[in-house]
């Protein structure tokens, strides 16, 4: 179960992560940001995983919301 648990955070902050990573590599980047990236894993990686992860969910809304109204021939909202 902890290993569940562990692959949820670790799925969770991958957003984070890769953009520490990037940062990362770019040392005037974090120099010019003033930024001390280790992990991505604090309350800042938490708030910018938790955005990429709904604008994520919502572009796919979006997306299945458009097939489902072309399957159906129509606006879904139209009665």
Same mark, same amino acid.
């Given at each position: 179960?902890?290993?569940?648990?562990?692959?949820?955070?670790?799925?969770?902050?991958?957003?984070?992560?890769?953009?520490t990573l990037? $940062?990362?590599?770019?040392?005037?980047? =974090?120099?010019?940001?003033?930024?001390?990236? &280790?992990? *991505?894993?604090?309350?800042?990686g938490a708030?910018?995983?938790?955005?990429?992860?709904?604008?994520?969910?919502?572009? $796919?809304?979006?997306?299945?919301?458009? =097939?489902?109204?072309?399957?159906?021939?129509? &606006?879904? *909202?139209?009665?």
């Open positions: 179960m902890s290993d569940l648990l562990e692959w949820l955070q670790f799925l969770y902050y991958l957003p984070a992560r890769f953009a990037a $940062i990362d590599r770019s040392s005037t980047l =974090s120099k010019f940001l003033d930024l001390n990236c &280790d992990t *991505g894993m604090h309350w800042g708030i910018f995983s938790g955005v990429v992860w709904l604008v994520i969910f919502g572009l $796919i809304s979006l997306a299945w919301g458009d =097939s489902s109204a072309r399957k159906r021939g129509g &606006d879904a *909202g139209r009665p």
